[in-house]
């Protein structure tokens, strides 16, 4: 009950394109759903969350779709750029976060 | 003007040493972490603090000990070290120890064991 599955391990998108990274929680007690965003020799900084009260955030060109009933979440990434290359890690939980195994995107320029 | 930072940001040491990673956090939070993060990138919480006092404590060999003198500094000491654990470890800090906080990440710490 305590793991998040994330996919696809790694990802490449060509610049310009939609960006699409997928989660799935089993604990259906968790009620605060982060992305993190870290870049190599980086500490992981947070990109963007969500509450389940809501189905979709937006903020910029990065939104997240979140669907209760099936317990996934998703990062969408519009206009990806070559600057967004790095790995991208969803996360769950209450008072403690579990963490996804991890994104490594790649967007070509 | 560093929010979390941790020193030393490399260790390469021994099996069998004892080593200590230091945080500070000038955000003025309540609640501090440590994160092992292994070769495969896989994060995962550790310890956590709230107000110096122990909130979470996941399953860790007991040769590592974390300890906060106040609460804008958690320490992690590691006893007897051994070849798995050799990784990066983050600490990062929180307003407070409930849902929806953003955690803030220092820039880690590769520890390597050889």
């Known amino acids: 009950q305590q793991q998040v599955k994330q996919s696809p391990q790694s990802l490449i998108v060509q610049k310009g394109g939609i960006s699409i990274i997928n989660c799935a929680y089993e604990?259906?007690?968790?009620?605060?759903f982060p992305w993190y965003q870290q870049f190599p020799g980086k500490g992981p900084a947070l990109l963007i969350a969500i509450r389940p009260d809501v189905s979709e955030k937006k903020e910029g060109r990065f939104t997240i779709s979140f669907n209760k009933s099936a317990k996934q979440f998703s990062l969408h990434i519009m206009d990806s750029q070559p600057g967004d290359s790095a790995t991208y890690f969803c996360?769950?939980?209450?008072?403690?976060?579990?963490f996804g195994t991890g994104t490594r995107l790649k967007v070509l320029a | 003007d560093t929010a979390v930072s941790q020193t030393p940001k490399y260790l390469v040491t021994q099996m069998g040493n004892d080593k200590s990673i230091k945080c500070e956090q000038n955000?003025?939070?309540?609640?501090m972490y440590w994160y092992k993060q292994d070769s495969k990138k896989f994060l995962k919480i550790m310890f956590s603090?709230?107000?110096?006092?122990?909130?979470i404590n996941e399953t860790v060999p007991n040769r590592f000990s974390p300890k906060s003198p106040d609460k804008a500094h958690l320490n992690l000491h590691i006893n007897s070290l051994e070849l798995g654990d050799s990784a990066v470890y983050f600490c990062?800090?929180?307003?407070?120890?409930?849902?929806?906080?953003?955690?803030?990440f220092g820039p880690g710490t590769r520890l390597t064991v050889t």
């Open positions: 603090y709230n107000n110096k006092e122990l909130i």
């Open positions: 996360a769950a939980g209450t008072y403690k976060y579990i």
């Open positions: 955000l003025g939070h309540d609640t």
């Open positions: 990062a800090s929180s307003p407070d120890s409930g849902s929806g906080y953003e955690q803030y």
């Open positions: 604990n259906t007690a968790f009620d605060y």
